[in-house]
């Protein structure tokens, strides 16, 4: 006989990470400790290869992690963006339509400052 996995009842307030690279879109959500939650990222949402990294695919990785949050009875959440790639909007958005709440977006994008020498531009 198969036990149903319980579910842990967590506060009503966390935090979404959204890290968006030029290849997939990863979205976390943790609890205000920084344990997490639940994650779902544009792999997980059934798609391979090139079209990970759209911002269709960042939609359906976020509109899932939310829902596996709601589950856990969050309602209100603060957004962290990492990355610059294109599933930053789209994952925001769909976090909201998904019935989260966001109340803070917090926006950790690296810049270097002249730091390192990029890599050499592709010749195709």
């Known amino acids: 006989m198969l036990k149903k996995k319980?579910?842990?009842?967590?506060?009503?307030?966390?935090?979404?990470?959204?890290?968006?690279t030029f290849?997939?879109?990863?979205v976390t959500i943790c609890?205000?400790?920084?344990?997490?939650?639940c994650w779902a990222s544009s792999g997980t949402a059934g798609f391979k290869g090139a079209?990970?990294?759209?911002a269709f695919a960042a939609q359906m990785a976020a509109r899932n992690a939310a829902v596996k949050?709601?589950?856990?009875?969050?309602?209100?959440?603060?957004?962290?963006i990492k990355g610059r790639?294109?599933?930053?909007?789209?994952a925001l958005r769909a976090l909201k339509s998904a019935g989260l709440n966001i109340f803070a977006i917090c926006d950790k994008i690296r810049l270097p400052h002249n730091g390192c020498r990029p890599p050499k531009r592709r010749k195709l």
């Open 6 to 20: 319980k579910l842990k009842k967590v506060g009503k307030i966390g935090i979404a990470n959204i890290h968006s």
């Open 23 to 26: 290849n997939n879109t990863i």
């Open 31 to 37: 609890d205000l400790l920084g344990n997490t939650l």
């Open 51 to 54: 079209r990970k990294e759209t």
């Open 69 to 80: 949050a709601t589950e856990f009875g969050l309602e209100k959440v603060a957004v962290v």
């Open 85 to 90: 790639g294109d599933g930053r909007e789209p």
